[in-house]
Structures are given as C-alpha cells and as structure tokens.
C-alpha cells in the first residue's frame, strides 16, 4: 500500500502537513499545488531572512545603469548610483502601486512613475511629485506629508565575486555564512576573475516552482533524461563526479569529469540498464568540444543556491539561471549567460556556440522543462498521494561521491520545511 499525506490547513490557514516519512522521502503532492502552501512560501522564504540572487554587477557597469527582476512574486530594480554602490529597491510606486521601471534595463539619474510622475533617487528615495503643494492655494499634500517616509522599499544587499543578492529582512545571516564553503569556493572559481554578459534567454514552465529546484538537485536525471549530453559524453554516471552541500544542505552543487570514463563501458551498462542505444551523430563537433579553462578539471558544474539560483558550467557554457515565481502552477527561468573580459574572439564565439546547449531549446535541457510539466498535470488530482524519494538511501542527509542519488533533493525539503514551519518533530536533517 502506497504511503499517504492528509491535506488541511490550521485555524490560522497554515498548511498542516503529514509527513509519511521524517527523512523527507515521501513528499506530499498537494504541496506543489496548494494556493496557502504557496502565499507562505512567498513571506517565509521569498520575503524571509534569506539571501535571494538578483543579477550581476557586470549587468550594471557604470553609474546610472539600472535592471528590473522578480524576487518571488515581487518586482525590483537593482541599480549603480554615481558613487558605485549598488541598490536594489521594489520596483512599486509608494502612491498607487504602479510599477516604476517598465523595462528590462537602461541607464537613468532617478527612476519616474508614468503614473502620477513621482520621481525617485537609484537608492529609492522620494525626491519629488508634481503639485505636492497642490495649485493656485488648492489641493496638494498635507502639511505632515514627509517625503523621506515614501520612497520605493529598500532591500539589504550584499555582493559576492560580483554576484548580488538582496533580502527583505536585515536579520539575514552574513552572506559567506549563508552561502557556506562549498559555494563561495565555486563561485570564487567561476567569477573570480572579471566577466562579460553575453546574452539571455528566458522561458516559462508550466508547473510548481518547487519541481526545478529539485530537479537541479536531482543528480541522475541527467544522462537518462538528456540523450544528447550522455551520447556525446556531457555527462554520464559513469563519469568521475559527485555530489557537495552545505551544512544545512540548503545548497548543491553537482559535478564531473570529461574523458574519465570509457565510451564502450558506457554504451555497454546504459544499453544493459535499457537506457538509451543512442544514433545522434554531430555534424559540428565544437558543440561538445571542452577546452579545459579551470585548473582542477571539472567540465561539468551544476551549483544550486536556494531559494532562486542555479550557476552551470557546461562545458565552457556559463550561466546563471534564476527562478522567478508566477503562482502556483506556473514560473520563468532567467538565464544570463557569460564568459571572462579575457577571452579572445575564439573563446567568445565557442561560448555563444555552446549556449546552444542549455535555455529553453536548449540541446542538453530542453527535456527539463516537458519533465516538469508533465509531472505538474499528473499530480494535480491528487490529494493524499507521494513521491518516493530514496535513491541514494534513505535516513541521514550527506554529501555523496557519487551522482546516483536523490539526497540533495531530501536536502532541499529538509530546509524548505523547517523555513515554512511544518517540519516533523522528530525530522531527519
């Protein structure tokens, strides 16, 4: 008989769940799908004390350069004022709630609402509205009207390597301690030298935002789902890899190896498993070709931070991928793809040619997005069903040496449902 978890919600309308399972391998399937489930997660995690990703700073070089993103549900702009610091603010309008910044980016001295035109500085500040003393001794704001109280929300903001988080909460814990060592030494590997904005994509999926997260945790998927990338050798279980997270295993990053295994064992335990007996043949073989640009090796790099960034190194494609939230059936993936200010052409051309590979037709991801969906629809009607996760054992969450496992993904549900307020009592971490 299949494990079951009961739907219902508290006195308040916070979301009383069952789980069948302490270790979280068994996740309820009305999570990803319930409307108070997902107005929670927008105060306790979108709007908690957390580091959420907004861009780059190599988006915003010089002063007056500004962009506009989600956080959760929430607009922002994050700007460079004249003095080189970097703000991010709700991109609200304090008087009617208009958005301020209509467009993806530009450079500006203050930020005007079409609206009514009240005008704000790049920190967010009020610096002005038309006829605040009203016209010819009529209307106007009242005398106690204090311009300092309304200006656009500001957000607390840290940088690492260049890479700019924001939070609502100026209780968040310091941004190295959040991110822990396992991230802060990748990201000092990929941004730890100047880089260059080479291009976007972005896509909406249909499903709960929740399924890719896991899915960039999910280290197996890939050379079963991604014909492309096990055929010509991306990545494959058979390859030399593994598996790190923080302590609080919040965080993911999942890696391997190129040319470290054997194509004729691979071809020989994936056609026994009835995985794949693969006839792609590649009319341009640059698309794979991996020019070894870190010292240790790793040609493959999928690093996962929760609550809304995902950084991938495919082969010498780089990007970051940021989720942004669209309800609970549905969310936009944010791809900024970038290489190094010292690459030569060559270098940047082979980049570009490579971001073929991941967005939204992407040849190594775009089955990640179908994955999603499907497994949205399917689990719509039901109440009281679960997934099973345990590949990779169940009980403790650990780090792995390998990639055949769902651990990361038990990792994720663990800091997820401590952050919402209805982890077990007796919950595995």
């Given at each position: 008989m299949p494990e079951h978890?009961?739907?219902g919600h508290n006195r308040q309308g916070v979301p009383a769940v069952h789980?069948?399972?302490?270790?979280?391998?068994?996740?309820?399937?009305?999570?990803?799908?319930?409307?108070?489930?997902?107005e929670l997660e927008q105060q306790?995690?979108?709007?908690?004390?957390?580091?959420?990703?907004?861009?780059?700073?190599a988006e915003i070089p010089k002063p007056g350069d500004f962009r506009t993103a989600w956080l959760g549900d929430t607009p922002v702009i994050f700007d460079r004022d004249a003095q080189g610091k970097v703000h991010v603010v709700v991109n609200r309008c304090a008087h009617r709630g208009a958005l301020v910044r209509r467009e993806v980016r530009g450079n500006a001295a203050e930020h005007i609402c079409i609206y009514h035109r009240w005008c704000y500085g790049l920190d967010g500040g009020l610096l002005g509205l038309p006829?605040?003393?009203?016209?010819?001794?009529?209307?106007?704001?009242?005398?106690?009207?204090?311009?300092?109280q309304h200006g656009l929300e500001r957000l607390a903001v840290a940088t690492y390597q260049g890479v700019i988080f924001a939070s609502f909460r100026e209780d968040a814990e310091p941004l190295e301690t959040y991110l822990g060592g396992v991230i802060t030494r990748h990201l000092d590997r990929l941004f730890g030298k100047p880089i260059r904005v080479l291009g976007y994509h972005r896509q909406v999926i249909d499903g709960n935002w929740k399924l890719y997260l896991e899915n960039t945790r999910d280290t197996y998927h890939g050379s079963l789902l991604h014909d492309f990338q096990s055929t010509f050798g991306l990545s494959r279980a058979t390859q030399t890899g593994g598996v790190s997270m923080d302590e609080r295993h919040r965080h993911n990053l999942t890696w391997a190896k190129v040319g470290t295994d054997d194509d004729a064992e691979f071809g020989k335990i994936y056609k026994e498993n009835k995985v794949h007996d693969s006839s792609l043949r590649l009319l341009d073989p640059g698309m794979v070709q991996f020019r070894r640009e870190f010292p240790e090796g790793i040609s493959l790099a999928i690093c996962s931070i929760f609550p809304n960034l995902t950084v991938h190194q495919i082969s010498n494609s780089l990007a970051t991928r940021q989720v942004r939230t669209r309800g609970p059936g549905r969310f936009e993936i944010f791809w900024t793809y970038f290489g190094y200010e010292a690459d030569d052409e060559d270098m940047r051309q082979h980049r570009l040619l490579q971001s073929n590979l991941a967005g939204p037709a992407g040849l190594v991801s775009m089955e990640d997005g179908e994955a999603i969906e499907i497994?949205?629809?399917?689990?719509?009607a039901e109440a009281d069903a679960c997934s099973v996760i345990e590949m990779g054992g169940n009980g403790p969450i650990a780090s792995l040496m390998h990639r055949i496992t769902d651990v990361p993904v038990r990792g994720f549900w663990s800091?997820?449902?401590?952050?919402?307020?209805?982890?077990?009592?007796?919950?595995?971490?």
């Open positions: 978890a009961t739907v789980w069948p399972r302490n270790d979280y391998s068994r996740i309820p399937y009305w999570l990803y799908r319930d409307r108070a489930v997902y306790r995690i979108f709007k908690g004390p957390l580091w959420l990703y907004v861009g780059l700073e006829f605040r003393r009203g016209l010819k001794g009529q209307g106007g704001m009242p005398p106690e009207f204090d311009m300092a497994t949205h629809r399917a689990v719509m800091y997820y449902a401590e952050l919402m307020g209805f982890a077990p009592e007796d919950a595995i971490r």
